[in-house]
């Protein structure tokens, strides 16, 4: 169970519509951060079938970002 708070639920909604405009703004954008993937900030994903789905999630405190290259490659 998870216990959250107003505030965090509003921080959360407000990025979440930050990352929509910001996607309708360019449909080619598929990330959105406010500074980049950034320990202990929102982050956000276009998602869903139709990309009209924005995922938001919070970057762990405590675990490093690790960026894996050219991991899934075209065939």
């Known amino acids: 169970m998870r216990i959250t708070t ?3 639920e509003l921080e959360r909604l407000t990025f979440a519509k930050k990352a929509a405009a910001a996607f309708v703004a360019d449909g080619r ?3 959105f951060s406010t500074n980049g993937p ?6 956000a994903l276009r998602w869903g079938l139709g990309e009209d789905c924005v995922l938001v999630f919070k970057v762990s405190e405590d675990s490093p ?3 894996y290259q050219q991991m ?3 065939s």
Do not use: P, Q
Request: cysteine-free; proline content about 0%; hydrophobic content about 40%.
């Open 38 to 43: 950034v320990r202990g900030e929102y982050f």
């Open 29 to 31: 954008l598929a990330t």
């Open 6 to 8: 107003e505030r965090e």
């Open 72 to 74: 899934a490659r075209k």
């Open 65 to 67: 970002i690790v960026n």
